[in-house]
């Protein structure tokens, strides 16, 4: 493992490496009000072959926090700003939630940078529902900050009898999540209000997984069909009875349909 920060747009974004220097180079971008640790269920199942960039985007885990407002489209110059700064030219993408929508954002805008794409627990719309959902999560952020939006959603992000027992990986999230930047949360929620990539999603050309929840109440089965029907040929892949978080309560059903596509796509002749 090795870290460090780089400069993009006068923000400076912490990395980290994972894996062989020589192996195919898979960029993780995580979810809201979490950090690049949401993977570390996930580093042991794939750094054996590939090279892991695991990063914290802007107003996240130790990226700065600038004051706001943010866009999606920031955060997509944002992550090939980093790409650039560490000399990448292409990566196969991984994303959560949030980080599934600045995936699709890079593989909209910036083809030639994705050769494939997770996009796990995520959309391509913001509904009605989620925008007033992030209205609502902010006042309690301004009214009295992150921990009580925690005890507001945490039985979004996990099952209940998972969120109940509240066990270390639990606490881990938890935690992370209390400690998020009151203003890069603020701004990062009002970006994804403003999440409007559904009718762009021909332009995605790559391969692509979409690995989606089945009890998932923030990104529900019917959002990963619609990300499914917009890109062509993508795979959809549903873990039933989990939701938002399934690759923290769940890697054992959340890794290995990761694991098989990425080893698929990495095989094909480029």
């Known amino acids: 493992m090795t870290e460090g920060r780089v ?6 974004f912490f990395y980290r490496w994972e894996g062989p220097a020589d192996g195919p180079v898979v960029m993780m971008a995580h979810a809201m009000g979490t950090s690049h640790r949401i993977w570390d269920h996930q580093v042991p199942a794939l750094a054996d072959r590939y090279r892991l960039l695991l990063y914290d985007w802007r107003g996240h885990g130790a ?3 600038p004051e706001g407002p943010y866009s999606l489209d ?11 700064a560490l000399g990448i ?3 196969i993408w991984i994303g959560i939630s949030t980080g599934g929508m600045i995936g699709q954002g890079v593989a909209i805008a910036h083809p030639g940078r994705v050769r494939a794409a997770a996009l ?3 959309m391509a ?3 009605p529902w989620y925008r007033q959902w992030v209205v609502e999560r902010q006042a309690v952020v301004r009214a009295s900050g992150m921990a009580p939006v925690w005890d507001m959603t945490h039985k979004l992000w996990f099952s209940d009898a998972y969120a109940d027992a509240a066990g270390p990986d639990y606490a881990a999230v938890r935690e992370a999540f209390t400690a998020t930047d009151i203003t890069g949360y603020l701004a990062g929620t009002s970006a994804v209000a403003e999440l409007d990539y559904l009718d762009s999603l021909h332009r995605i050309s790559c391969p692509v997984l979409v690995l989606g929840a089945g009890d998932d109440p923030v990104t529900p089965p019917v959002r990963a069909e619609e990300l499914r029907d917009g890109i062509a040929d993508a795979e959809l892949a549903m873990l039933p009875g989990l939701r938002h978080f ?3 309560e769940a890697p054992k059903a959340f890794n290995p349909p990761l ?12």
């Open 120 to 122: 796990c627990n995520t």
């Open 74 to 84: 920031g955060f997509v110059a944002d992550a090939v700003g980093v790409m650039d």
């Open 246 to 248: 399934s690759n923290v």
């Open 259 to 270: 694991r098989a596509f990425l080893d698929r796509v990495t095989s094909r002749r480029r």
């Open 7 to 12: 400069e993009v747009g006068g923000n400076r």
């Open 125 to 127: 719309r913001a509904t």
């Open 63 to 65: 990226s700065d926090a």
């Open 89 to 91: 030219e292409q990566v």
